[in-house]
């Protein structure tokens, strides 16, 4: 009888495939839900900010209050890989500890019970993984680590410096999960615009849209995390005429006040970001994302007020907000005056509110119109309602549609793409009647 593993996979979509790649290697265990029959539970964890450390300790313990005995708990990833020497001594729940350089090594380590560090990040290349969440899209990871130095942000200290995978290397994973049945692709990394540049290549992803739009089965595609100052205009004008990409543009901005974005070394000022986000906003069918962080220090009334007037302006399709989180390791940390928590709470909150206003304003203009989208299977909120989302949008993070109807004579395919009429919007969810195949 085989062992059975419970996995968890915190954090973000880079986060996710660096777990698909310890499923790839531990394909001999039985997959379980229920983690107090598994006898191996794993939890990949994330340590960008407070909340997401917290997070990661909670679901670490309370696996362990509801673990089998004899079972193996391992804590993996980013928040591992950053307090390695307090969590090994602190955290004595846990039976093996591993960072970030380890995920293909996992099966080894399993067998030897053995914790372990390897310096070197890990990044993808050509390591057999199992997807998860999809059996049509697919996260593909072109390069790990950064080079930027943004104020607030510790990633670099623990993913290290940009780390990016060859075009050959890429091109062959999506071949490859072509073959699996797989047409939609969503590219990530810390910092895709800075895609090849350690490798003095300048415009890398322009070198990838064109690799990828060579691979027969690809139906769609989109890159998230665009770096304002590594974005070219020419990179956005390649997006723009591909076939396969999606105007689909993933750029956190973190801020827009020019003052602001010097203290939080972006690198980039409001006039050169309010360009590409205008251009952005003028191609057909185009979908802009970005994030913020508000109450970082030195961030006035002023400041913030700026921030919120712009957002109402513009409008966003989706738009995260975070509160700053002092981080040590980062220069931030060093500047004497924080702001009160409750200020950066409130900020927060002030901000999301006219961020979703302008979300539901743009979902509002979505209805009466023909789309793409594709079902991905029943939704949660009723078996009537097919969960959905138009092609453009990425998995998850840019929301759902309900299908209701149809006017087509065949059953519904899950995974496959279709034409709809978007009929309403209900609440924050857009409904939907299939109306044919794309
Ligand atoms: S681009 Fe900035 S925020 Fe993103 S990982 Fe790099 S340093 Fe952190």
Request: glycine share 6%.
């Amino acid at each position: 009888m085989s062992n059975k593993l419970h996995i968890v996979s915190l954090g973000c979509n880079k986060n996710l495939v660096d777990t698909e790649v310890m499923l790839g290697r531990l394909k001999a265990y039985e997959m379980t839900d229920d983690s107090s029959e598994a006898d191996v539970i794993i939890v990949n964890t994330c340590g960008f900010i407070d909340a997401a450390k917290e997070e990661s300790i909670n679901t670490v313990l309370n696996l362990h209050d509801k673990r089998k005995e004899d079972s193996m708990l391992v804590m993996a990833g980013c928040m591992s890989e950053r307090y390695s020497e307090e969590l090994s001594k602190e955290l004595t729940e846990v039976d093996i500890f591993t960072g970030v350089g380890d995920y293909a090594n996992i099966d080894k380590l399993l067998a030897e019970k053995e914790s372990r560090f390897t310096e070197q990040v890990y990044l993808i290349d050509g390591e057999e993984r199992v997807v998860t969440g999809s059996t049509y899209h697919a996260y593909i990871k072109i390069s790990e680590g950064c080079n930027q130095t943004c104020s607030f942000c510790a990633i670099p200290s623990f993913k290290g410096k940009l780390n990016s995978r060859n075009l050959d290397s890429i091109a062959k994973e999506v071949e490859g999960l072509v073959k699996q049945g797989y047409y939609d692709f969503s590219f990530i990394s810390q910092d895709s615009s800075s895609f090849l540049r350690d490798q003095n290549v300048k415009d890398g992803l322009i070198h990838l849209i064109k690799r990828i739009e060579l691979i027969d089965g690809v139906k769609s595609a989109r890159i998230l995390y665009l770096y304002p100052s590594t974005t070219s205009m020419k990179l956005l004008q390649e997006i723009a005429k591909s076939p396969l990409f999606h105007n689909y543009f993933d750029m956190p901005i973190q801020h827009i006040n020019d003052e602001m974005l010097r203290m939080m070394k972006r690198g980039f000022g409001k006039e050169k970001t309010l360009e590409q986000l205008n251009y952005m906003r003028s191609l057909p069918n185009s979908f802009v994302r970005t994030t913020f962080i508000v109450g970082h220090p030195g961030e006035t009334e002023a400041m913030f007020e700026e921030l919120c007037d712009f957002v109402r302006d513009f409008g966003f399709d989706r738009a995260n907000v975070f509160g700053y989180s002092d981080e040590e390791g980062t220069s931030a940390f060093d500047v004497a005056e924080k702001l009160p928590q409750d200020l950066i709470d409130e900020r927060a909150e002030i901000l999301g509110a006219i961020i979703e206003e302008a979300e539901l304003k743009l979902l509002q203009n979505e209805v009466g119109k023909e789309i793409e989208l594709i079902i991905d299977g029943e939704s949660d909120e009723h078996e009537f309602l097919l969960s959905a989302r138009k092609t453009i949008w990425a998995p998850e993070i840019d929301g759902e549609i309900y299908v209701n109807d149809k006017s087509i004579d065949e059953e519904f395919e899950f995974g496959v793409i279709y034409k709809a009429k978007v009929t309403d919007l209900v609440g924050k969810i857009l409904t939907a009647t299939v109306t044919g195949r794309a």
